[in-house]
């Protein structure tokens, strides 16, 4: 590791070959978790993790060297992007001197990003610009996004490793990272860095709310559908962490998400996304604000929008928090006379019966258990309209799952979600199949790159 470690780190700075410095950078992260791999398998030559820490204190460290005195704009995405795949990996063993250069590396990353994107505006105004100058412009700006979205996750990762500790270097950023919200992608970016800071660290995240709010509240409207998501997940974390601190802004919040969700295209391919982040963000409303909504209103709007299919995270969230509340009888939710019960029914069904997995293991056997002692406690004329809700083929693979016995039913269970015929099992598959070609074409780079050392003068070091 060491031999490959020397070859590697120096063609981070070798200028006369972009290409090279491409390969070297490319490597960085795999050398770093193959000696994590063989220091936790007993294997590594330095023998412990002070050999790790070394390793990864040198290969960051260069990484950041190499950053600033990078010329290429896309070679410098490429480096942000493997810097955070090697912080990703060992984040926490940086000490605060190192974070501090990080910190310092990405002022002057958004700096010179900023100074080149008023360079491309300049550009456009000349005489000569014509399409093909157009084309090489949009190109450039490409780049510039990547290097500002590769910043943000930088920034998330480092916020996930440290918590509160990272804050005062969030606080030195933040004259860098506010003016950031003039495009699609500036949004996103500053979006999703607070987003991450108020889940990590969801109490000192509230010296902030006087910015992250109005930023999440004006974006959930946004015209574009990837800062909607992001806007609306953040609210969401907001309705669940911000106390006292969000319950002024839960009516405006509540008009927005119904902007959304009443949108005639709400439920297109491109808009679903935002939608379930929507429906998320307005179950915890009614969660954790049930005091200061209209139950009456929002409860049949919430249950109307389920189940949610697109972002399988939020899915499986929203639906366990629905099964939690039919656990507990919760009766703004099932309504007077088991109002609502066959539309929680019908969501059961279509989670339970989907080919996607739109719920956990656990919860999908809570909902079977409700489901069961429905049918043993509720009156037949009950239970009979609220089967009248389902279609036939739910309502028969329901009845299905419920007659059978509780050992079966697990195993039935366990062949929804590990089964040979499920598509997600397919899915794992052809990840596995990717990750081993990923591999072979990485040691296939490896080899080719020290043949070339080896047998060519031009990059003997």
């Not at 002024?248 to 008009?255: D, I, Q, R, Y």
Request: with cysteine; glycine share 4%; charged share 25%.
């Amino acid at each position: 590791m060491k031999q490959v470690v020397s070859i590697f780190v120096p063609l981070l700075k070798f200028y006369t070959r972009n290409g090279v410095r491409i390969y070297a950078v490319s490597v960085m992260s795999l050398l770093l978790s193959s000696a994590k791999l063989a220091v936790e398998k007993g294997i590594a030559q330095g023998g412990s993790e002070s050999y790790f820490t070394k390793l990864s204190d040198y290969i960051v460290l260069a990484l950041v060297e190499a950053l600033h005195k990078e010329p290429m704009t896309e070679i410098c995405g490429l480096m942000l992007y493997e810097l955070n795949n090697c912080l990703q990996i060992c984040g926490p063993l940086l000490t605060e001197s190192q974070v501090r250069s990080i910190v310092n590396e990405i002022k002057h990353v958004i700096t010179e990003s900023s100074s080149r994107k008023n360079e491309l505006s300049e550009r456009e105004k000349t005489e000569d610009f014509d399409a093909e100058e157009a084309e090489l412009l949009s190109a450039e700006r490409k780049q510039e996004e990547r290097v500002l979205s590769y910043v943000g996750e930088i920034l998330r990762t480092l916020i996930k490793a440290f918590k509160t500790s990272f804050l005062p270097f969030l606080d030195e950023l933040s004259p860098y990272l506010l003016p950031m919200e003039n495009t699609t992608n500036e949004r996103c970016t500053s979006i999703l860095i607070f987003d991450s800071l108020v889940k990590e660290c969801p109490e000192a995240a509230l010296k902030y709310y006087d910015v992250c709010l109005p930023l999440v509240l004006e974006t959930s409207n946004d015209e574009h559908p990837n800062v909607r998501q992001n806007a609306l997940y953040g609210l969401g974390l907001w309705a669940e962490y911000g106390q006292s601190f969000f319950k002024p802004f839960v009516g405006e919040a509540l008009s927005r998400i119904y902007v959304v969700l009443t949108h005639l295209k709400a439920r297109e391919l491109e808009n679903e996304s935002a939608y379930d982040n929507a429906v998320s963000a307005l179950g915890k409303i009614y969660q954790f604000h049930g005091e200061s909504i209209d139950l009456a209103q929002v409860i049949p709007s919430w249950l109307n929008c389920l189940p949610i299919k697109a972002d399988l995270v939020e899915a499986k969230l929203v639906h366990e928090q629905l099964c939690s509340m039919v656990e507990r009888s919760d009766k703004e939710l099932l309504g007077p006379n088991y109002q609502y019960l066959p539309k929680v029914v019908s969501v059961f069904a279509e989670v339970l019966c989907s080919e996607k997995h739109l719920a956990t293991k656990e919860t999908a056997d809570r909902m079977i258990n409700v489901l069961r002692h429905f049918q043993q406690t509720l009156p037949p004329s009950t239970m009979e309209s609220t089967w009248s809700y389902l279609l036939p083929q739910q309502e028969m693979k329901l009845k299905s799952i419920l007659s059978v016995e509780e050992s079966d039913l697990k195993a039935i269970v366990n062949g929804y979600h590990h089964g040979k015929r499920s598509p997600q099992n397919h899915q794992l598959s052809t990840n596995i199949s990717t990750i081993k070609s990923t591999i072979m074409r990485d040691i296939q780079k490896f080899e080719f790159i020290l043949n070339q050392i080896e047998t060519n003068n031009e990059f003997h070091i």
